[in-house]
């Protein structure tokens, strides 16, 4: 079993893509771009683990314009893992960048 403190690890994502010299609003930019990614991810697999009655009341919530806590809070009580899901998926999606990063240097 994974040590929680050892899970809760922060990623360096400029760091892990060598673009620590990047100016501070392309960081801005491409953080915002990763984050909508992540989320489109994590939204597809959590789906997943959602009855039909559950995945309502998210679309509802998200409608209603609910705050991220509280959706986040919804989906952790229906998903247990879903801290280990978005650094998967965030993993996943270094992993990609990463390739695509190297074309440009």
Known sequence: ????????????????????????????????????????????????FLTEEEQTELDKMRQEGRNAEEVENFLKSKVPNLEVIAEAELRALLVTLKKEVRKFK
């Open 1 to 48: 079993m994974q040590d929680t403190k050892q899970r809760k690890q922060k990623i360096d994502i400029f760091k892990e893509l060598e673009l620590e010299d990047l100016p501070l609003e392309k960081k801005k930019e491409l953080v915002a771009k990763i984050f909508r990614a992540v989320h489109i991810k994590m939204i597809e697999r959590v789906l997943d």
